[in-house]
């Protein structure tokens, strides 16, 4: 199925996207593209790098005439965000955002929606430990998930369109309840990041004399599980604010697991250590396998 | 500084003890390789590869006339085997381990010493994927880490011949109080892979609607998170069960951090999340930086 963007505007001019705006123009399914950030200096280099052809500041302003607009800034500023842009709107227009918390972030975008301005929630699964519109690349969506999270209020026409967008980047696009995302990805990252948040924090308060040597001798270990702790911290806090009862539960089961593999140690309890560890190998190797699939 | 070893036993022919009488003979650096396993098929592997020269079943038969002991078994099997094996040791040899936990088994190895025998514990930070005697190769430890705990009764001699074996393997040798080794590795090694055991037991018990998605669109950051949650079982009771203490502080601290944690996602405490994700990663890229160094 084909389609053509005459105009899109993007706000949020970071690695998500600037990577949607390489991948469609690559593939010429989209005429003009036109930038909105908050800081002048990365607009001017997107235009330099070739990324949009315009660039304005203001939200409301740089939407104009745009049939489709993408809100790719971190999670806290979406709303605030399409708020701002939603009076210079044009009617027919499609709005979508890349944020990795849908559930409040939908529901609040379709209230300040104009009318005739459809909005479609979308959660492209992708990134690199760079940011901004410098590093990103026409091909980093290609082979990634994403979910989009439809809801009563979303046109048909304007999820298709969204759809096929996606398609264009090379994403496999799913859709998904806004709520049940969340539950998902709490799951799924937000959990096993905050963890590796934890788990850095509890090292660096160590004494002295066993922070030097924990230092030095980090293992393997630690160097895999905190990989991930060298995310943005601004996402992290937004996501935190934003998911707040889903990572709250989270948070809570994996605290039981803890207390219980506490005792467990506590109590030399070799036999039922041994199934957990078996059972955690075994659900792991289970999960990689459905994951290649 | 040259040394050669006429006889070497390796009780408990795994990776690592594979990989050490490997990479020694590859060098010309023992004359004949004694291995003693439990179970015959791995012997019998380990001499059709060329690993060792002969075997036995008994350990206090297998260790006769060799200068050099290595124990390489499970880390629960080092002190029971070491005292079988002890009626056996000539006068003279030198007796190390290769187990991830140290305190009590050096004590219990020293006490169980014959006389004229010396005992220098050992860990060589190595490892694959992979176990046994198949995945072992001589250059396993090339450019890595081991830690040596020489007490107030290790003999200078016996500790410089091990560490001079291990330096054979292009490992690099540090010594540690062998307590201090295990509150070290309790942070660094110890506490990240229980924690991604216990993620994945908490995320497989998640309700069958959820768990389903979860399985499917396991992110990256499951993915880094758990790679670790892979390793032995095993290997994983037996050092909860002798590292027993260590471990138990530094989960203590983990879950007091986590409490934290909990608590101001709750309360929606933006500022202090945002601090505490800044420090982790800047901890991270310092931690990073030395261990590269």
Redo the contacts between chains.
Sequence with gaps: MAFYIKRMTVIGLGLIGGSLARALRRKALVGEVVGVNRHRESLERAVALGVIDRFSTDPEDGVRDADLVVVATPVRAIVPTIARAAPGMMRGAVVTDAGSVKGRIVAACEAVMPQGVDFVGGHP?AGTEHSGVEASFATLFEGS?T?LTPTEHTAKDALELVTLVWEATGSTVET?DPL?HD???A???H????????????????EN??QS???????????????????D??M???I??EN?EA??E??????Q???T??D???D?N?DA??Q??????A??????K??KG
């Excluded at 096993?192 to 788990?199: E, F, G, Q, S």
């Design positions: 699964i998930r979910i998904m049940h539950k998902v990805l799951a799924t990252s959990l096993p990041h905050l963890m590796a948040y934890n788990i850095v924090k509890t090292l660096s308060d160590l004399d066993v040597e924990v230092f030095r001798f980090a293992a393997s270990g630690f160097r895999d599980f905190t990989r991930i702790a060298s995310s911290p601004t992290w806090r937004d935190c604010l707040r990572i709250l989270m948070i809570g089961r994996f605290g697991d803890l207390q593999l506490r467990l140690v506590h030399g070799g250590l041994h957990i560890f078996s059972q955690s190998r659900t792991r190797d289970r999960v990689l459905i994951g």
